[in-house]
Nanobody, 123 residues
């Protein structure tokens, strides 16, 4: 299974970006997807997880109300819409997947990872 993120970039505080995570190599519907991020000098932190089984979605408290996950199953792609971005959102953003329907906010639960995409929010 391969995951490829795209959509990162430089944006001013208050702006928006939409990240994409294209999944290939297996049946998309069989995988749970999560988003994580890692800022320089900090540990990787969980942002959101999404179930292709029942489309349930969970968010960390620091992005709830600002970030939204959606999917296009015809394109095997999951999106992370990020609104009202803050400088502290600056990080490399990763999507991750594991086969099955259980959701987890632990990075160790996910088998497959994308290469990451840089998001930089200027003040």
């Amino acid at each position: 299974v391969q995951l490829v993120e795209s959509g990162g970039g430089l944006v001013q505080a208050g702006g928006s970006l939409r990240l994409s995570c294209a999944v290939s190599g297996d049946t998309f519907d069989d995988y749970a997807i999560a988003w994580f991020r890692q800022a320089p000098g900090k540990e990787r932190e969980w942002i959101s997880c999404f179930s292709n089984y029942d489309y349930s979605t969970y968010y960390s408290d620091f992005v709830k109300g600002r970030f939204t996950v959606s999917s296009d199953n015809a394109k095997n792609t999951v999106f992370l819409q990020m609104n009202r971005l803050k400088p502290e959102d600056t990080a490399v953003y990763y999507c991750a997947a594991h086969q099955g329907y259980s959701l987890s906010y632990h990075a160790s639960s996910y088998t497959y990872w994308g290469q990451g995409t840089q998001v930089t929010v200027s003040s």
